[in-house]
């Protein structure tokens, strides 16, 4: 038997079980989780940046022994328990009653990045975030997933600004030790090692394992002792590197990654993948099936079949494409298994818009039968994109469909907005009718005022947050620059109307925009009686040099002496910096350039939590804006649309946003604004919730899929003849 290793040997016997929780990701999103660990300790959990494993092998042996005597810390330890255990059943919830057998028909989903907890570092943004809060709706719903991914030693960045703006990049070493993940061992308890199949000269992964709820991830690693001295690097950090380390990182991911599953014993019957980073998947599928006897077009038709693949930018960086030399390089050995020559592989990868090496898109959508976008404008562009795909086809028939991003509600919204305001107002069981759009017309039923004051403590909150960094870098000799300190928002106002940008620092975002016209600004942010403040975040990447002049020109402005420290800077956006501002801004800026922004999630964070958006009708604010729920600006044509966009921003600002803000009746609560903040609400929950989402994926794919493994099965007995397969699977090349 596999297993994991087990720690906290000092765990009395009495309250062993918070060994099991500590490592399960289920108390991230279940405040009753959360709050065992702080009565156990809140100092603990404090100094621990909220991470009970941390905190479990920090804490003093007499306080565990205390707490496994105390009645109160008991009494909370076995309801926890029970619920904790109850909901890791999974012959329960959505998918066993409404769509399969949860043992049998499970969905493997590959990614490169995973956005769980700011404790595991192995996301970069969206993309990341978005797989994340999926594993978590999985979860909820009884959907049968296994994620695959890489535990990338160095995590992604943690972000340094030095006084001039400049952002000096650290990595962010991953504290295996301290993190709520566990290495795989063998049945002789010895770490897993596993060797991708087939590519010479040979290289081998370690396994580690992060239990989300009911659904299980692994990640892979490179940094062992079998490996190569360079082989050891390949997964040491998050989009690091050349095109040939990429490209040995995507091999690793999609071969070394279904050979993982296999040699932890899981099979699975659809294969989906998030993004092309993981398409290798796909070949390492078919060779398996070809090692059964099939021929190559029958194995590619059955893999086909059973493969989901979602593509997530129009960004052309964000599509991979290998140099066909390159290629050569790493798939020789592979080939023969295929019974494949290099020109017909390269047709599979092969973009006919443009010819010039192996396409990971192309391919995944090539060996994929069910494909989708990201938001319904998302969709559009794509099948501009690809057309050249389906040449055959009008634009608007290109077969690739759409499911709109959505986000965890349990993870995203406020505990107190959550557990006291909306359980008291739409029910107790809102949480498990959250896609149920009725249950959400009820906020019209919360008391303006208890909207508002909720609010104000969660802004409150996100100030002290600041203000705490800002002094700890006061603090740190190192960082303890005046420019720095102004910069990073102490002089911030919980009374004044504020705006967060907090997003990557990458071109199309336009995170300067507001800064185009620096006069226009100031008389906004500087007005006596209804000052405006903005705090911004994000990292650029570290190989990026323009965003990283962006991020200067950010960082400029913010310790800009003529704003009145109104300007912020926020240092290190994570995931934990996400919560408080997506919980305590009034108002969330999204600017991007259309159409690049596949879909956007912060923003749906953000109103999911009351606080409504001001935002380019781009992604997903095309269907979310209906004129009540925030503000949105077209985004202008031509060469000087920067400008254009900047003035409509200002604009919106002047006109509609500062006089609603501060527009308040004797009771002072700006009742104009609290509208906007409950239809903000009322329309997030219903429709971008990762619910819907997961929802939509099942329905509208697995299930299909699901079908047509059980079709293919069949058809594999009765060994049809494969020339008849042959003209359906090359149909579209
Ligand atoms: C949600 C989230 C993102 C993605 O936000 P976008 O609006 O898609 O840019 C990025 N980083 C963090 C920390 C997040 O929480």
């Not at 009645?71 to 769509?99: I, Q």
């Not at 949860?102 to 570092?121: K, N």
């Not at 703006?165 to 596993?194: F, M, S, T």
């Amino acid at each position: 038997m596999l297993g994991v290793r087990h720690k906290f040997p000092n765990l009395p016997e009495r309250i062993s079980g918070l060994g099991e929780l500590a490592y399960n990701l289920w108390w991230s999103w279940h405040p009753e989780g959360r709050e065992l660990f702080k009565i156990l300790s809140r100092t603990g959990w404090h100094l621990s940046v909220h991470n009970p494993v941390m905190m479990l092998h920090q804490l003093d042996q007499e306080v565990l022994s205390n707490a496994a005597k105390d009645p109160h810390f008991l009494r909370h330890y076995d309801a926890v328990m029970a619920r904790f255990e109850k909901s890791m059943d999974l012959s329960s919830g959505w998918f066993c009653a409404n769509v399969g057998d949860p043992h049998q028909d499970v969905i493997a989903y590959f990614s490169a990045e995973f956005g769980l907890h700011h404790a595991l570092p192995f996301y970069a943004g969206g993309l990341g975030f978005l797989a994340g809060d999926f594993l978590k709706e999985c979860s909820d719903l009884g959907i049968p997933l296994v994620g695959l991914g890489f535990m990338y030693p160095q995590g992604y960045l943690r972000q340094k600004i030095t006084p001039n703006g400049w952002q000096a990049g650290a990595c962010e070493i991953v504290d295996r030790e301290n993190a709520p993940i566990r290495r795989v061992v063998d049945k002789d308890g010895n770490p897993l090692v596993v060797r991708v199949p087939i590519i010479d000269p040979p290289i081998f992964l370690a396994v580690w394992k992060v239990q989300v709820g009911r659904t299980e991830l692994y990640l892979m690693d490179t940094a062992i002792e079998a490996n190569t001295p360079e082989n050891r690097l390949i997964s040491d950090r998050l989009y690091a590197g050349n095109p040939e380390q990429r490209l040995r990182q995507e091999i690793l991911l999609g071969i070394g990654g279904v050979a993982v599953l296999r040699a932890l014993g899981k099979s699975f019957s659809i294969l989906h993948l998030n993004e092309g980073h993981p398409a290798f998947a796909v070949l390492e599928r078919i060779r398996e099936l070809m090692g059964e006897g099939q021929s190559f077009e029958d194995a590619f038709e059955m893999v086909r079949s059973t493969t989901v693949f979602t593509t997530h930018t129009p960004v052309p960086a964000g599509h991979d494409v290998f140099p066909f030399e390159l290629m050569k390089k790493y798939f020789s050995s592979y080939l023969p298994a295929l019974r494949l020559d290099y020109q017909r592989l390269f047709e599979l990868g092969t973009n006919p818009a443009s010819t010039s090496g192996f396409n990971m898109t192309a391919f995944a959508l090539r060996a994929s039968a069910y494909h989708n976008c990201v938001s319904k404008r998302h969709q559009e562009v794509t099948r501009e994109m690809w057309h050249s795909m389906w040449p055959d086809l009008k634009v608007d028939e290109v077969p690739i469909d759409y499911v709109t991003n959505g986000v965890h509600v349990p993870s995203w919204i406020d505990r107190r907005l959550g557990d006291v305001i909306l359980n008291r107002y739409l029910g107790r069981d809102w949480l498990d009718e959250q896609d149920n759009p009725r249950i959400w017309e009820l906020i019209d039923e919360i008391p303006d005022e208890i909207v508002w004051e909720h609010h104000n403590l969660m802004k409150r909150m996100l100030i002290s947050k600041i203000r705490e960094r800002a002094r700890l870098k006061w603090l740190d000799k190192e960082t303890a620059d005046p420019n720095i300190v102004m910069a990073s928002g102490v002089l911030l106002d919980p009374t004044a109307l504020t705006l967060g940008f907090a997003r990557r620092f990458a071109s199309y975002k336009r995170p300067t925009l507001m800064l185009q016209d620096m006069e226009r600004l100031k008389r906004i942010v500087n007005n006596m009686w209804r000052p405006v403040q903005i705090i911004f975040a994000g990292k650029a990447h570290p190989d990026d040099q323009f965003s990283k002049e962006t991020l200067q020109r950010v960082f400029n402005a913010a310790k800009d002496q003529s704003f009145g420290g109104r300007i912020a800077f926020v240092e290190d956006y994570d995931e934990q910096l996400a919560q408080y501002l997506v919980h305590g801004v009034d108002v969330w800026v999204n600017n991007p350039l259309p159409p690049m922004e596949a879909s956007g999630t912060s923003g749906m964070k953000a109103t999911l939590n009351g606080v409504p958006q001001l935002s380019t009708l781009d992604g997903w604010w095309i269907e979310g804006y209906n004129g009540k729920n925030g503000w949105a600006f077209q985004g202008a044509e031509g060469e000087n649309r920067d400008q254009l966009d900047a003035q409509a921003i200002y604009e919106i600002l002047e006109n509609e946003v500062v006089p609603a803000f501060y527009e308040v009746d004797k009771e002072g609560v700006p009742r104009r604004w609290v509208r906007f903040m409950k239809e903000a609400m009322k329309m997030t929950g219903p429709h971008f919730s990762a619910r819907r989402m997961a929802k939509e994926y099942t329905e509208k794919f697995y299930s299909q899929s699901l079908l047509a493994s059980i079709k293919m099965e069949t058809k594999k007995y009765r060994k049809l003849d494969t020339r008849e397969i042959k003209g359906d699977v090359f149909r579209h090349f």
